[in-house]
């Protein structure tokens, strides 16, 4: 998608289709619409009078040759109302008007910004907002839908050049819009085509593409560093795991922090040996989608070049029954030295994630922040639109919190109290890997919580919001690349 600033006056743009957004009860003379010459105001009045413009949340109403504009096209997207209208807003705004133009055939779109003096959060959510809505994930339909696409996004501003904190904004925005596309790339391909090799394969790409070290780690070295529940997982499967590690570490960096990045990367998780229903099964080949965040937020820093030490740590395997498969009941030592009774194989992801933060914590990690597909019990809690945080670091999660609002991402900090660890406590070995049914995502994360120690460390379980099963006005169904925007939010900050 080409970007690009127009500074002539808003009637005088050359593209086809001009876009503003209206206020529910006045939309012809609020938000941008505002802005419009008195030709077209008349237009948009008569069509508020007549109710076929309310400015309703999403509402687009399209108006052709609109008077007085060289503007082919004219959209008014409603903008619901004022009172709750943010930055965050303005992201789905921007989305939801980039889908209904695409859906139509029209490419290219010109988005009068508020004044010319526009805030550089409002270029970034403009232009984020446009590029993750110009995603599908229908990459193997042979003729696809999305062919559509939006080509040339123009950002007025009615006059005046913008300033140089605007113009880094749209290359933010750019940038991690990018990667967080990349990961719903990575999330939404099926497993035959995303085995844990080839997803290594893939980063490896990824990081000499931009400058990342890259260190990719196989079956052998698993055994030496007597990774045994990261292994437990990976022995039932024929396609062998892979670690992957990247580093960022600009030499300007200062010694402290150093951030690790842990990511789930279960290629395909079947449940193992206590198999799961058939029913959805296949939406297991997003069990991944933690370790494809933290991929893309390391893409990021390569690019915007933070100073700031981060390492990004993926354990990556499928979870298969088989002849080799661990059973329930099995136990193992992980890397830490604390033996776990495996009572559920489905309860893989704290497994690797217990041995991949004891890994990161040897890297020299200080702080430990982990994204996983970890439970079902947190769809149960929040939905599907909200990502549970959990920590036991209030400043940390905090931090994490913030940056969720900041990035236009919603999440909730789900309680962690010590009376839940009688429920994986286990008869034979120092845990066990499910605390059963109630409180599910609380005591999976802290089982991972019992391997950060005393490393100020926050989870996220994006089990729920990884995934959309319903189109959105901006945002396709399929992979949401969620987490991405709120780490590299914080790593920022944290630079900063
Ligand atoms: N990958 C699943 C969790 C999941 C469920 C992710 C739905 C996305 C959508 C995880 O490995 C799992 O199976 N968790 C079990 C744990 C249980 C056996 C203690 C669950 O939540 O049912
Ligand atoms: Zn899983
Ligand atoms: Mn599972």
């Known amino acids: 998608m080409r970007i690009e600033f127009r500074t002539e006056p808003l009637t005088h743009v050359p593209t086809s289709a001009l876009v503003v957004f209206g206020f529910e009860g006045s939309p012809a003379s609020s938000g941008t619409a505002a802005r419009l010459p008195s030709e077209v105001h008349a237009a948009l009045e008569e069509l508020q009078a007549a109710r076929e413009l309310t400015g309703k949340n999403y509402e687009c109403t399209l108006l052709h040759r609109p008077a007085g504009l060289a503007a082919q096209k004219l959209l008014v ?123 290594a394969e893939q980063v490896q790409e990824m990081a000499a593409h931009f400058g990342l070290e890259c260190q990719v780690l196989g079956t052998q070295e698993i055994h030496e560093l007597r990774m045994g529940a990261f292994w437990a997982v990976a022995q039932g499967s024929d396609e062998p795991p892979r670690l992957i590690i990247l580093r960022y570490a600009p030499p300007d960096a200062p010694e402290a922090p150093v951030v690790g990045l842990i990511g789930k990367g279960i290629t395909f998780d079947t449940g193992g040996i206590s198999i799961k229903p058939s029913e959805n099964l296949h939406e297991m080949k997003t069990d991944m989608a933690g370790g494809a965040a933290m991929l893309a937020v390391m893409q990021v820093l390569a690019q915007l070049k933070p100073r700031l030490r981060v390492v990004a740590v993926v354990p990556a395997t499928e979870n298969m029954p088989s002849g080799k498969a661990a059973k329930p009941g099995d136990v193992v030592t992980s890397m830490s030295g604390k033996t776990i009774e495996i009572l559920n194989t489905d309860a893989e992801g704290r497994l690797l994630l217990a041995d991949a933060l004891t890994y990161a914590k040897q890297l020299g990690c200080t702080v430990l922040i982990d994204a996983a597909t970890l439970t079902s019990a947190i769809t149960i809690a929040l939905g599907n639109t909200t990502t549970g945080v959990f920590g036991w670091n209030q400043e940390w999660v905090n931090r994490v919190l913030a940056s969720a609002a900041a990035a236009g991402e919603k999440m909730w900090q789900m309680p962690l109290d010590d009376d839940y660890r009688e429920l994986y406590k286990s008869a034979i070995a120092d845990l066990a890997n499910t605390g059963g049914r109630f409180g599910g995502a609380i005591t999976a994360a802290m089982f991972v919580g019992e391997f950060a120690g005393d490393t100020p460390w926050v989870h996220l379980d994006i089990a729920g919001t990884r995934w959309s099963n319903e189109e959105k006005p901006d945002l396709a169904k399929g992979p949401t690349g969620a987490a991405v925007r709120t780490l590299v939010h914080l790593l920022m900050n944290l630079a900063s």
């Open 77 to 199: 997207v409603g903008a619901g109302k004022k009172e709750k209208f943010s930055a965050a807003h303005l992201r789905r705004l921007a989305g939801c008007a980039g889908r209904y133009l695409r859906a139509r055939g029209i490419r290219e779109l010109a988005w009068v910004l508020e004044s010319n003096g526009a805030e550089p959060k409002a270029v970034q959510a403009i232009v984020e907002g446009a590029i993750l809505a110009d995603y599908d994930g229908d990459r193997y339909r042979t003729e696809r839908e999305g062919e559509r696409r939006i080509d040339f996004l123009s950002l007025a501003t009615g006059s005046g050049t913008p300033g140089e904190s605007i113009q880094a904004a749209l290359e933010r925005a750019r940038i991690i819009a990018e990667a967080q596309n990349f990961t719903r790339d990575l999330v939404n391909e099926p497993s035959n085509r995303m085995t844990p090799t080839r997803l």
